[in-house]
């Protein structure tokens, strides 16, 4: 079934840990992009990348880094993980010259 | 501080109701998408405006753009049950989307 993959589901992680978020799409979408979701806040843009090989930032990336070394993954990643990155966390993609965004279903991450 | 305001933030309503979600900003857009989330889900795509003035309708669902591109509306009319879950709107800045807080719409039976 074509779409967006992500996984953990969920997760419990102590604080200092190193963790990676994976995210991969099989629609051949050029454009990928990470998004974190707190209540009261919606849906913030933490990294994306245009095409692959390249990346940005968006509006709240301290404390996270992304690479896109092809076309169908983006993996997210916390270095050192803090209690204030708990959060769900979507990837999403879109296709050249498209409006529409596909999302995954989410992360579940919980920082202790 | 958003930027793009969504109101009101939580609805509970009758099914049979009709109700209107707000999305207001300050800046233009050169789109204006909807988006409806289940829980454990994410965000499915509703609709699409890209016109001033432009309004879509989706079955019950009627969706404005602001003449200015700065703003946009979703009624829905006789609500169902089915409706329930968190609507957000989301502007288009080149080719990235900036999204609202969501209004959270609970129906009941």
């Known amino acids: 079934i074509a779409g967006i993959t992500q996984a953990p589901t969920s997760q419990i992680l102590a604080a200092g840990r190193r963790m990676t978020l994976r995210c991969t799409q099989d629609?051949?979408?050029?454009?990928m992009y990470w998004y974190r979701q707190d209540l009261g806040l919606g849906l913030r843009l933490i990294h994306y990348?245009?095409?692959?090989?390249?990346?940005g930032k968006g509006e709240v990336p301290d404390g996270y880094s992304v690479s896109r070394a092809n076309t169908d993954d983006f993996p997210l990643t916390l270095a050192s993980a803090v209690p204030s990155q708990t959060s769900v966390y979507f990837c999403?993609?879109?296709?050249?010259?498209?409006?529409?965004?596909?999302f995954g279903s989410g992360t579940q991450l919980s920082v202790l | 501080t958003q930027l793009l305001e969504q109101s009101p933030q939580f609805l509970s309503i009758q099914e049979g109701e009709n109700l209107t979600v707000y999305c207001n900003s300050s800046?233009?857009?050169?789109?204006l998408q909807w988006y409806r989330q289940e829980p454990g889900e994410g965000p499915v795509l509703l609709v699409t405006?890209?016109?001033?003035?432009e309004v879509k309708k989706l079955k019950r669902l009627t969706f404005q753009f602001g003449d200015a591109r700065k703003d946009s509306s979703l009624h829905i009319t006789a609500a169902q049950t089915g409706d329930t879950g968190l609507y957000l709107c989301?502007?288009?800045?080149?080719?990235?989307?900036?999204f609202g807080a969501g209004t959270i719409l609970r129906v009941k039976s």
């Open positions: 999403a993609s879109r296709g050249r010259g498209d409006e529409k965004l596909f």
């Open positions: 629609m051949r979408h050029n454009a």
């Open positions: 990348s245009n095409t692959a090989g390249t990346t």
């Open positions: 800046s233009v857009f050169s789109s």
């Open positions: 405006v890209v016109t001033g003035g």
């Open positions: 989301a502007g288009g800045r080149g080719n990235k989307l900036v």
